[in-house]
């Protein structure tokens, strides 16, 4: 009698498996996803090897190569769910290894979006001492509506994650679900384009003029790309038969970026999702100084906006850490510039002039003149001079 099972290739499965997996289905190449691990190319395609095998199938069951290239790969169909099932997989391995790594227990899951990176570097440094804050990235395309709330929200109902940074729940979410949740306010973000600095103008961007550009923007779905298209029907200028020319959507904002350093159109995204690009802030690259992140604003001279929380379970003074930790996470938004805050963002001015000056101001064009009338008032100061 033969002692082979069905489930044979799933006795040598491991969760290396699945996390290789994950990650050449993000990053489209067995060299990249090699380095990442620090092994060889042939290794990740053993492994890969093994799971397709445990699927019933040869190669090309989960991935397969991209036509015409050399070497990029994509998930299958199948692979695409296969990847949902080891990312739930993996989310709650997190959870137990952050239990496994505190004696009592007391260590929470913070899930952070790419950009909030910058926040959560700074909660993790001003509680180091504590050994509480355990980070969890979350990937670019969770910004997605629908797939925060399911992806993301839900794994903090069922205490995968302690908290969250990104979106509130979604109002059309039942009352159950939202009364599970406790949120707070961090900043509020507006919508912002990324202009050359030679066509800053005002200072700002009316919506209408949108229709003069062709825009690199995120797909449908995502809060800002819904915002914008709302926000344009709202207004009449669809009425009016204008419409928004996307040359290119993406997920991935620094590909949208890149695309504009090289002039093949106008970003849209929000300011703390821009905030990393920005002239001067750390992903900036050597194209960013030709750039100014303007604020878009209706007919009405009021900016788009949306607000970013930090979310947690309801009882969250039942749960040791948490409440510390949301006061870090507001305490790093205070420390971060560039991030507007909780206050209401004022009206564009009204003024041309008033708009002009706010502009030069922002773009530094003053900086070395207030400089030198510091220095002098400095100086007299030094000097006992009335």
Same mark, same amino acid.
């Given at each position: 009698?033969?002692?082979?099972?069905?489930?044979?290739?799933?006795?040598?499965?491991?969760?290396?498996?699945?996390?290789?997996?994950?990650?050449?289905?993000?990053?489209?190449?067995?060299?990249?996803?090699?380095?990442?691990?620090?092994?060889?190319?042939?290794?990740?395609?053993?492994?890969?090897?093994?799971? &397709?095998?445990?699927?019933?199938?040869?190669?090309?069951?989960?991935?397969?190569?991209?036509?015409?290239?050399?070497?990029?790969?994509?998930?299958?169909?199948?692979?695409?769910?296969?990847?949902? !099932?080891?990312?739930?997989?993996?989310?709650?391995?997190?959870?137990? &290894?952050?239990?496994?790594?505190?004696?009592?227990?007391?260590?929470?899951?913070?899930?952070? $979006?790419?950009?909030?990176?910058?926040?959560?570097?700074?909660?993790?440094?001003?509680?180091?001492?504590?050994? !509480?804050?355990?980070?969890?990235?979350?990937?670019?395309?969770?910004?997605?509506?629908?797939?925060?709330?399911?992806?993301?929200? @839900?794994?903090?109902?069922?205490?995968? =994650?302690?908290?969250?940074?990104?979106?509130?729940?979604?109002?059309?979410?039942? @009352?159950?679900?939202?009364?599970?949740?406790? /949120?707070?306010?961090? =900043?509020?973000?507006?919508?912002?384009?990324?202009?050359?600095?030679?066509?800053?103008? *005002?200072?700002?961007?009316?919506?209408?003029?949108?229709?003069?550009?062709?825009?690199?923007?995120?797909?449908?779905?995502?809060?800002?790309?819904?915002?914008?298209?709302?926000?344009?029907?709202?207004?009449?200028?669809? *009425?009016?038969?204008?419409?928004?020319?996307?040359?290119?959507?993406?997920?991935?904002?620094?590909?949208?970026?890149?695309?504009?350093?090289?002039?093949?159109?106008?970003?849209?995204?929000?300011?703390?999702?821009?905030?990393? =690009?920005?002239?001067?802030?750390?992903?900036?690259?050597?194209?960013?100084?030709?750039?100014?992140?303007?604020?878009?604003?209706?007919?009405?001279?009021?900016?788009?906006?949306?607000?970013?929380?930090? /979310?947690?379970?309801?009882?969250?003074?039942?749960?040791?850490?948490?409440? &510390?930790?949301?006061?870090?996470?507001?305490?790093?938004?205070?420390?971060?510039?560039?991030?507007?805050?909780?206050?209401?963002?004022?009206?564009?001015?009204?003024?041309?002039?008033?708009?002009?000056? $706010?502009? @030069?101001?922002?773009?530094?064009?003053? @900086?070395?003149?207030?400089?030198?009338?510091?220095?002098?008032?400095?100086?007299?100061?030094?000097?006992?001079?009335?």
């Amino acid at each position: 009698m033969s002692t082979d099972r069905p489930d044979r290739h799933f006795d040598r499965l491991r969760i290396k498996h699945l996390r290789v997996f994950d990650a050449l289905t993000r990053r489209g190449r067995y060299r990249s996803t090699a380095a990442q691990f620090g092994a060889t190319d042939q290794h990740i395609r053993d492994l890969v090897d093994d799971l &397709e095998q445990a699927f019933g199938g040869g190669p090309g069951t989960l991935v397969t190569q991209v036509a015409g290239t050399r070497g990029a790969y994509v998930p299958t169909p199948a692979g695409e769910q296969a990847r949902d !099932i080891f990312g739930q997989i993996l989310n709650l391995l997190d959870a137990a &290894e952050r239990l496994r790594g505190s004696a009592t227990g007391q260590q929470r899951l913070l899930a952070f $979006l790419p950009h909030h990176t910058q926040l959560v570097t700074k909660v993790m440094i001003a509680l180091r001492d504590r050994d !509480i804050v355990v980070p969890h990235t979350l990937d670019e395309l969770d910004r997605a509506g629908g797939r925060f709330e399911e992806r993301v929200l @839900d794994n903090v109902r069922r205490r995968v =994650y302690d908290l969250v940074i990104g979106p509130p729940p979604e109002r059309r979410a039942s @009352d159950r679900r939202r009364k599970g949740l406790q /949120t707070n306010l961090l =900043y509020t973000a507006r919508l912002e384009a990324m202009v050359p600095v030679e066509r800053v103008g *005002d200072g700002h961007l009316e919506l209408h003029r949108l229709a003069e550009h062709e825009l690199l923007l995120p797909p449908p779905g995502f809060r800002s790309r819904d915002i914008l298209d709302s926000s344009f029907v709202e207004s009449g200028l669809a *009425d009016r038969g204008l419409r928004l020319r996307v040359v290119k959507p993406s997920q991935v904002t620094g590909v949208l970026v890149k695309m504009g350093w090289d002039g093949l159109g106008t970003v849209v995204l929000p300011s703390d999702i821009a905030l990393p =690009y920005k002239a001067g802030s750390y992903s900036a690259g050597p194209d960013a100084d030709r750039f100014a992140w303007v604020p878009l604003v209706t007919g009405a001279n009021t900016h788009l906006t949306h607000g970013v929380y930090v /979310t947690t379970r309801a009882n969250r003074d039942a749960e040791p850490g948490v409440q &510390e930790i949301v006061d870090a996470v507001a305490a790093a938004v205070d420390a971060t510039p560039g991030l507007e805050g909780t206050d209401p963002l004022p009206a564009a001015p009204a003024d041309r002039a008033a708009r002009s000056l $706010l502009a @030069d101001l922002a773009g530094g064009r003053y @900086d070395d003149q207030l400089a030198a009338i510091r220095a002098a008032v400095d100086a007299r100061a030094a000097a006992g001079t009335p």
